[in-house]
């Protein structure tokens, strides 16, 4: 195929996806910029890789300040980049390939990394982010132990090589990080000694910092500043201010996670029934939960008027092509926060949502086993963070110490 047969069938592709006709110029031109480099080197298409795209990214930016007389913004790359992956996508039918496996040690450390996956998903039901951080530490554990000590290093493990993975891990990273690092560690280890790459089992001897139950409070917004976002945002009445809108309603009502907010499907919303269905991401349950008004007026609101025109099943969307379901929503909270005034100490973003429902609720006198219910908790004790947060109501119920004077 020609290369002005390569650039029809993108710019072909593009105007599928709904892209804006500068979209589709710049991408456009981009790519046949790439084109004529591949020419020019006698490079075929399908023998690009990741590394001679970043070249000739970086030999293209040079040029450009070159011939402009001036450095360009750190970003200048992603269009450009953006456009030459769509056409390699589009060409090849997948993007970026696969890293190649040279060696022994990169060949077991695929083996073990693809069964201890199947094993994660299937055997324990884990959640896809679980399974992501359970592989990337374990991958990064492998790569380690098997530079080092080749393909037999992990027959002859011990524990002066935990300890040593350990110390090497620790810069940077604060307790929480390091007893999940050792957390994850030890999930990797039980793998390896139940498939019998390791002779004995070494997690007990992973040893992570000690953290104290519910020793840290969670950030939290009050009721004013709440309502505050959701005014701001609501004056918004762009597609993303329509869209943004929705996603707050639904953390600041029902105390959502970002996750439950992304997957929730179109078939989720029983209209007549005034129905949600929410499937929960960490235990996998499914919760039934009545369709509030506010709620139910910001979802209508953004499927008409700000919601793209595409088949996916997803109710949130990008809002610029291509067109695909939210991958994250804590920007998105952030800057309406931001833009709202409201800036809370600690972290903060969607989850700070879902403490102050489990704290509004609890004021209520709601059961802690209905807050769990409706959080989608596994058990009571995962609810039991929470109630640290309503301080001015354990305030309200200490007790009275006697002085001096009545014991004496």
């Not at 690092?181 to 790459?197: D, I, K, P, Q, T």
């Not at 840290?216 to 201010?241: C, F, H, W, Y």
């Not at 029902?254 to 989720?268: A, C, F």
Request: glycine share 8%; aromatic share 8%; charged share 25%.
């Amino acid at each position: 195929m020609s290369n002005l047969e390569l650039i029809a069938k993108l710019k072909n592709e593009l105007t599928a996806l709904e892209y804006t006709p500068v979209g589709i110029g710049n991408y456009c031109a981009y790519a046949r910029q790439f084109l004529e480099y591949l020419a020019s080197r006698q490079i075929a298409l399908t023998a690009v890789t990741p590394g001679l795209v970043a070249e000739y990214l970086d030999a293209a930016r040079k040029e450009r300040e070159r011939r402009w007389s001036r450095a360009l913004g750190q970003t200048w790359h992603s269009i450009p980049r953006a456009g030459i992956h769509t056409l390699l996508r589009l060409t090849l039918g997948k993007w970026p390939p696969e890293p190649e496996l040279i060696g022994p040690e990169a060949t077991l450390r695929h083996a073990i990394c693809s069964s201890y996956e199947m094993w994660l998903r299937e055997e324990k039901g884990l959640a896809d982010a679980s399974i992501s951080a359970l592989l990337w530490e374990g991958r990064h554990f492998l790569e380690w132990q098997l530079d080092r000590c080749g393909v037999d290093g992990l027959v002859h493990l011990s524990i002066g090589d935990i300890d040593r993975y350990m110390d090497g891990r620790a810069p940077g990273l604060r307790r929480r990080s390091m007893k999940d690092v050792a957390e994850r560690l030890r999930s990797m280890l039980r793998y390896l000694y139940r498939v019998g790459h390791v002779p004995i089992d070494l997690a007990p001897h992973v040893v992570g910092p000690l953290l104290y139950a519910y020793e840290n409070v969670p950030s939290i917004l009050e009721r004013e500043q709440i309502a505050v976002v959701l005014k701001t945002t609501k004056a918004d009445r762009s597609p993303m201010g329509l869209r943004d809108y929705a996603m707050l309603e639904l953390l600041a009502t029902y105390g959502l996670r970002s996750g439950e907010i992304r997957r929730l499907r179109l078939d989720d919303i029983d209209w007549r029934g005034e129905i949600l269905r929410i499937q929960h991401t960490k235990t996998g349950a499914c919760s039934v939960l009545p369709l509030m008004p506010s709620v139910g007026e910001a979802l209508l609101d953004y499927l008409r008027h700000g919601r793209p025109r595409v088949t996916l099943r997803e109710i949130f969307i990008r809002v610029r092509a291509p067109y695909r379901p939210l991958r994250d929503i804590h920007a998105e909270i952030l800057r309406r926060m931001w833009a709202a005034g409201v800036y809370p100490a600690g972290k903060c973003g969607p989850h700070i949502f879902r403490h102050a429902r489990a704290v509004e609720l609890l004021r209520g006198a709601v059961s802690q086993k209905m807050i769990g219910d409706l959080l989608g908790h596994r058990s009571t004790e995962a609810t039991i963070p929470y109630l640290k947060l309503a301080t001015e109501d354990l305030r309200a119920i200490a007790l009275d110490v006697p002085g001096r004077e009545a014991l004496s």
